[in-house]
């Protein structure tokens, strides 16, 4: 009896030993960060900005709840840009930009490297005639690496799920709202 539960707790303490750690790039938290807080650490991490505005949802419609700052010269290999997503000051969306070349073999290196540090996807599609996709899942944290098929760029996103949902949820409310405004000058 002795021997089945010690067995019983190794297992048990081996199951959080293997447990993936939501990512957090620069040590960052999705959902928690501040945007003061993250442009301290995109300044710490030589990162400049070169740009800044809010969400467009569609054309001159705009989610001022949600704020976007792109950000170059940050020390990740090949990084292109990076795009930092606040909704209502709070950090919830990260995308990187990487370059990508017609046979995609960027997308299989980064993916790769992901695999080692995170485990096996959730789902992978390879880019075979079909955009590129493979995506983890860190409980409220989606991870996602996306090589359209027809592009010379790929992405690398965090997103903090739960919050994305409020930011869907804010840009059908301020689209309601700004559309339903009669329009002048006509």
């Given at each position: 009896?002795?021997?089945?539960?010690?067995?019983?707790?190794?297992?048990?303490?081996?199951?959080?030993?293997?447990?993936?750690?939501?990512?957090?790039?620069?040590?960052?938290?999705?959902?928690?960060?501040?945007?003061?807080?993250?442009?301290?650490?995109?300044?710490?991490?030589?990162?400049?900005?070169?740009?800044?505005?809010?969400?467009?949802?569609?054309g001159d419609v705009v989610n001022p709840n949600v704020e976007g700052v792109e950000v170059k010269g940050l020390p990740v290999d090949n990084l292109?840009?990076?795009?930092?997503?606040?909704?209502?000051?709070?950090?919830?969306?990260?995308?990187?930009?990487?370059?990508?070349?017609?046979?995609?073999?960027?997308?299989?290196?980064?993916?790769?490297q992901l695999r080692k540090k995170y485990g096996n996807p959730r789902r992978y599609v390879r880019p075979y005639l079909a955009d590129g996709i493979?995506?983890?899942?860190?409980?409220?944290?989606?991870?996602?690496?996306?090589?359209?098929?027809?592009?010379?760029?790929?992405?690398?996103?965090?997103?903090?799920?739960?919050?994305?949902?409020?930011?869907?949820?804010?840009?059908?409310?301020?689209?309601?709202?700004?559309?339903?405004?009669?329009?002048?000058?006509?």
């Open positions: 009896m002795r021997k089945l539960l010690t067995f019983t707790l190794l297992v048990f303490l081996s199951l959080f030993a293997f447990a993936q750690q939501k990512p957090q790039p620069f040590g960052l938290k999705l959902g928690i960060s501040t945007k003061e807080e993250t442009m301290k650490i995109i300044a710490k991490e030589g990162g400049r900005v070169v740009g800044s505005g809010y969400k467009v949802i569609k292109v840009s990076a795009t930092f997503w606040f909704f209502k000051g709070k950090l919830y969306r990260i995308e990187y930009r990487f370059p990508l070349s017609m046979n995609k073999e960027e997308f299989y290196v980064i993916s790769e493979a995506e983890w899942n860190f409980g409220d944290v989606r991870m996602s690496l996306i090589a359209p098929w027809v592009s010379w760029s790929m992405y690398l996103i965090y997103e903090h799920t739960p919050t994305a949902r409020e930011v869907e949820r804010s840009d059908q409310e301020v689209f309601n709202k700004e559309t339903a405004k009669p329009k002048r000058g006509l």
